[in-house]
Each structure stands twice: as structure tokens, then as C-alpha cells.
């Protein structure tokens, strides 16, 4: 038998990003999310509540974006897997008090079910459509006018709060867990130097 040799550069394009270019489009989301009522208004001098917003969509590199986004934002973000059913959704926003459901656009079905669920429960959850702006081309990070997005918290407002929740739904191992980062491990990301265009770069690839 002949072995086979692949050329993966036939099979992978491979797209860079820095993270001067993470900082823009995380700041971009901030913004975008920041008018969609995810935060109340705070009085000035007066530090938010904590508050977790549970994230529903299919994992890729943006969604890391919207995690950085709300952490941004001083907000918690409740990570489901898709593989959870419906009332498992609910169930989890509801034991995490989740105020807010971002959906992708493959879960429109499931974000409405799962606020329906919880409403015949009393339980009010906001759910929001997710937003993905485009990271290359004339629409890209590089392109646009972004103003950076100031921090909700301050690195002593948020070292005791929950950074990140993540929940398998046991696919991957022998029951489904939940596991508590706290915002000390997402503060690198979210400030990272965005002065620096040179800093190293973030590959993202694809199949052509």
C-alpha cells in the first residue's frame, strides 16, 4: 500500500488576526451590546451588581469575541452547549439567575421555547439576537472606526466576581459539570495592547 502525502496548505487558507485587532472587535461588540439592554443604568460612583447573561450559539472564534465583549460590559457569561436540550437551557438559566439569553441564529427555536418555559415558571429572561460583525474585508476591524470600550469594572471591582461559567452537557465526558472561571483569568484578554499593531498574532484558519 502507497501512503498518501497531503499538502495541508491545499486544504487550509490561514487568516491572521492580532490582538490589537481582538481589542477593536471586542470593543466593537461592547458597544453594540451596550444599547441592547443587557446593563441597567448605574448611578455614578455606584458599582453594578454582578449579573450573568447566558450565551447560546455555535462556538467559533466570535464567540470568544462576545465573551470578551461582556466581560467588557462587567457581565458574567453563562457558556451552554448546544447539545443541551431546551428545558436544560432553561433549567441552567434559571439555577445561574441568567437575566439575559444571547442566541445564535441556529437557536431562534430554542431561545423563544426556553423563554417560554421560564415564563410559565415567573421567571422573566431577555433574550437577544447575536451579533457577529465581520473581522476581514471593507467592513473588517482594520477598516472601521473604533473607540475603545471603557471597562465596567476596574481589575479591584471584579477579582472576587465569576469571570466565565462553562457547562458541558456530558457529551464529551461521563456527566455534565459546570466550571467557574473567575475574572482574573479573563482580564488578559479583555486588555489586551491595543497601542501595539505588532503584538503576536491570533491564527484563525478554515477550510477552503
Not at 462587567?74 to 444571547?102: D, E, F, R
Not at 475574572?183 to 484558519?205: A, G, K, T
Amino acid at each position: 500500500m502507497r501512503s498518501a502525502s497531503y499538502n495541508l496548505a491545499s486544504i487550509f487558507t490561514y487568516t491572521y488576526i492580532s490582538f490589537s485587532q481582538v481589542q477593536k472587535a471586542a470593543d466593537r461588540l461592547a458597544w453594540h451590546y451596550s444599547k441592547a439592554a443587557l446593563v441597567p443604568k448605574i448611578e455614578p460612583g455606584h458599582i453594578p451588581t454582578p449579573q450573568i447573561i447566558a450565551v447560546l450559539t455555535s462556538s467559533a472564534f466570535d464567540e470568544s469575541l462576545l465573551e470578551i465583549a461582556l466581560a467588557k460590559l462587567g457581565l458574567t457569561a453563562l457558556l451552554l452547549s448546544v447539545n443541551n436540550s431546551v428545558a436544560a437551557v432553561a433549567h441552567l438559566i434559571k439555577l445561574t439567575k441568567a437575566t439575559h439569553l444571547v442566541y445564535g441564529t441556529k437557536f431562534v427555536a430554542e431561545a423563544n421555547e426556553a423563554q417560554e418555559i421560564l415564563k410559565a415558571e415567573g421567571y422573566e429572561l431577555g433574550i437577544v439576537p447575536d451579533k457577529r460583525f465581520p473581522l476581514w474585508g471593507p467592513e473588517g476591524v482594520e477598516n472601521a472606526t473604533i473607540k475603545a470600550f471603557p471597562a465596567a469594572l476596574t481589575p479591584e471591582q471584579e477579582t472576587d466576581r465569576p469571570g466565565v461559567i462553562l457547562h458541558s452537557s456530558g457529551s464529551v465526558c461521563s456527566y455534565s459539570r459546570s466550571v467557574i472561571l473567575p475574572c482574573s483569568l479573563v482580564n488578559f484578554l479583555c486588555r489586551l495592547d491595543s497601542r501595539n499593531p505588532y503584538s503576536l498574532p491570533i491564527m484563525v484558519s478554515s477550510p477552503t
